[in-house]
């Protein structure tokens, strides 16, 4: 099992570019989570989704979208990229409910110049 | 609304020496509890939780935490560290009454063990 996995792990974008990042979990877990790590803020939640077709904000959905059109993928989308959302970038999922685990992915780190 | 606090940023600590990583939290319900550890260049993962029943809850690489409803605290702890321990941990809390699981997670606190 391969857990959590994002792609990509690194990218750098110019202020107003738009891209991508992907999530993909093979547990068949219906949650999934996309988190920004910020020095001294720990991780925020940006949106989430408690299964295939759903999505919703979390604490810092400005600026950023969602889709959960595959249970197994969640991708996370900037439009127009600005230096604000250079960040550290975690999904993660979990079985659902307030008790459980969420297992994370190994990050993706964005600069945006 | 739920808030942790970490209150220290940064913990150095000699190789073999004793540690606690403070974690207290704010909620009007009853609330489970998490530590997660970040090692350099990876994700967070599990370190233990508390969901209910003893409030001293043992997880993995011999670290365990004490739950004190009384202080809202979750506090972390290792008899003996070693240098594998230097990691970010981070405290985590979720409401027990909600209907999805959202966890606010608190700010993190680094450990870094000296040789």
């Known amino acids: 099992n391969a857990g959590v996995t994002q792609t990509p792990k690194f990218r750098v974008l110019k202020t107003g570019q738009s891209m991508t990042l992907l999530c993909a979990q093979d547990?068949?877990?219906?949650?999934m989570y996309w988190y920004r790590q910020d020095p001294g803020m720990g991780l925020r939640l940006i949106h989430y989704s408690v299964g295939e077709g759903t999505t919703a904000k979390g604490e810092v959905p400005d600026g950023y979208n969602v889709s959960r059109l595959k249970k197994q993928n969640f991708l996370l989308g900037l439009e127009s990229a600005a230096p604000s959302q250079t960040s550290v970038y975690f999904c993660?999922?979990?079985?659902?409910?307030?008790?459980?685990?969420?297992?994370f992915g190994p990050g993706t780190r964005l600069t945006v110049l | 609304a739920q808030s942790v606090t970490q209150l220290d940023s940064q913990v150095p600590v000699f190789e073999e020496a004793p540690v606690e990583l403070r974690c207290n939290y704010s909620s009007s319900v009853s609330v489970y509890l998490f530590w997660y550890v970040q090692y350099p260049n990876q994700g967070l993962q599990l370190l233990l939780k508390?969901?209910?029943?003893?409030?001293l809850v043992k997880g993995i690489n011999g670290f365990e935490a004490e739950f004190n409803k009384s202080q809202t605290s979750f506090h972390l702890r290792k008899p003996s560290v070693h240098i594998s321990d230097t990691a970010e941990y981070f405290c985590a809390v979720s409401d027990r009454g909600t209907s999805y699981d959202k966890v606010i997670f608190g700010p993190g606190t680094s450990l870094s063990v000296i040789p």
């Open positions: 508390y969901l209910s029943g003893s409030t």
């Open positions: 993660a999922s979990s079985l659902g409910g307030p008790y459980n685990e969420q297992f």
């Open positions: 547990m068949n877990h219906e949650y």
